[in-house]
């Protein structure tokens, strides 16, 4: 990519690094090193990682954005986080085109599209910048590493068998999902419904609606549900403002107990809808490790300690050791339930 004469004028007064590369230290870090692939004279990586979640002000990914930075912090890197308000693809764009011209080291991101992102991406690429997606996908071309919270599988399952269980195994129910294009959303609604139909014939999946992360949307889509569906017995929400905003419509309504919900929440979120028996059991995985540990898998891709092939493997600190699989993926591990029992143990 072509610098502006400005930049290229203040590049004269930097490190060159490499053949025609130039390091230019910007607006999001006050400390300079070499590139995503290379490193300074001094021998320093370029380990100004910036989070890119779906949007902020999100439970969920301030929780998994903070794990990102401790582990940044502590090897001594630079974390900064950046997003939209909305989780929209093309908010994300913009973000991604500044952090390229910016020359951060990486960009840990939570995909809101699995292709629309793709040109601004393969820009990010093509300029050194190491590309690490979690929790929610791209098409594998657009980025190194995926960090994966548990397989899609595993997450489609521990959701079905919760509420299918609830409702005793018949009846209807709904799904409240995030942004229609949400990769990771997409993929376990699919498999919530292959799932339904070989193993749960007398369930009956009557509607899937959309709330698009936001509280007040969540909240307006389970009202309408439950007006729409009157003889409707579940709600599954596999996102942590969807079912935190069901949670809070339900707990206040004449359906508490009548309609059983479940789906991906954080333990914080969820407690008081868990202990006024507006919610038996929820599930998810520790978003703070997954954050801690894409941030490792950022690291290892500058270090060049890994490169995002199967087989590949790296330290990832207080949380051992981790090898890349299939699709160049990482796992962070399997799903957790939460209920009444277990839900004070926890606090994220």
């Known amino acids: 990519m072509m610098l502006p004469s400005t930049k290229r004028r203040a590049s004269r007064r930097l490190l060159t690094v490499g053949a025609g590369v130039v390091a230019v230290a910007l607006a999001l870090t006050a400390c300079s090193s070499g590139s995503g692939s290379n490193s300074s ?8 990682i910036t989070f890119l979640p779906k949007n902020l002000g999100n439970p969920y990914f301030d929780t998994s954005d903070k794990g990102g930075e401790t582990a940044i912090t502590s090897f001594k890197g630079t974390y900064n986080q950046v997003g939209p308000s909305t989780a929209t693809a093309d908010a994300q764009v913009s973000y991604i085109n500044t952090l390229t011209q910016q020359q951060v080291g990486a960009i840990v991101l939570s995909a809101n599209d699995p292709t629309a992102l793709g040109s601004a991406l393969t820009q990010a690429k093509s300029a050194g910048v190491k590309i690490v997606t979690f929790d929610s996908d791209t098409d594998a071309k657009y980025r190194d590493v995926f960090v994966n919270q548990a397989t899609a599988e595993g997450i489609a399952k521990v959701q079905v068998d919760i509420i299918t ?11 409240l999902s995030a942004a229609a294009n949400a990769t990771n ?8 419904k292959k799932d339904l139909a070989a193993n749960h014939p007398n369930v009956k999946l009557v509607d899937t609606v959309y709330g698009n992360d936001d509280d007040q949307t969540s909240f307006d889509k389970t ?3 439950l007006q729409t569906h009157p003889d409707l017995k579940g709600i599954i929400s596999p996102t942590t403002v969807g079912v935190a905003a069901a949670a809070r419509y339900l707990s206040t309504s004449d359906a508490k107990g009548k309609v059983k919900l479940t789906g991906l929440g954080t333990p914080n979120q969820m407690r008081e809808f868990v202990k006024d028996g507006t919610v038996d059991e929820f599930a998810l ?4 490790d997954l954050g801690y540990l894409a941030a490792f898998t950022a690291k290892a891709l500058i270090d060049g300690t890994i490169t995002g092939k199967k087989g590949d493997s790296f330290e990832a600190g207080k949380l051992g050791k981790f090898t ?12 957790y339930v939460f209920n009444k029992d277990n839900i004070d143990k926890f606090n994220f």
């Open 41 to 48: 004279s001094g021998g320093d990586k370029n380990y100004k």
């Open 165 to 175: 269980k609830e409702i005793g195994d018949s009846g209807e129910i709904a799904i």
């Open 185 to 192: 959303q997409n993929a376990w609604i699919d498999l919530m």
């Open 223 to 225: 009202a309408a549900l």
């Open 285 to 288: 995985w520790n978003p703070e």
């Open 324 to 335: 890349v699989g299939d699709n160049n993926t990482v796992l962070l591990g399997d799903p």
